[in-house]
């Protein structure tokens, strides 16, 4: 079991920056991938970003190329995700998940963390 906490969401202007944090309890994330997902009010969870176990290899969702940066730290139990030149349409609640290779699905969440971007 993997537990998860995600902090450092907020209200923030267009355009300002942000630093998620994902932190785990229970079990490292050495050795899991990790993905950040986020949910806008009224829509479905999207896909944000996710980054492989040594961190050597991320996917982003084209909506955010070029803005947010995964990164973990080595031996660590914390996965951020920067987020610059935010837009209103970033705002929702943002989720980081362990993928778990065994069923191939994010099988823990954590609870979420509020970004709201004012125009």
């Known amino acids: 079991q993997v537990q998860l906490a995600e902090s450092g969401g907020g209200l923030v202007q267009a355009g300002g920056s942000l630093r998620l944090s994902c932190a785990a309890s229970?079990?490292?994330?050495?050795?899991?991938?990790v993905g950040w997902f986020r949910q806008a009010q009224g829509k479905e969870r999207e896909f944000v970003v996710s980054i492989n176990r040594g961190g050597g290899s991320t996917v982003y969702a084209d909506s955010v190329k070029g803005r947010f940066t995964i990164s973990r730290t080595n031996a660590g139990n914390t996965v951020y995700l920067q987020m610059n030149s935010l837009k209103p349409e970033d705002t929702a609640v943002y989720y980081c998940?362990?993928?778990?290779?065994?069923?191939?699905?994010?099988?823990?969440w954590g609870q979420g963390t509020q970004v709201t971007v004012s125009s």
């Open positions: 229970g079990r490292t994330l050495d050795n899991y991938a």
């Open positions: 998940a362990v993928f778990d290779s065994m069923t191939g699905r994010y099988k823990y």
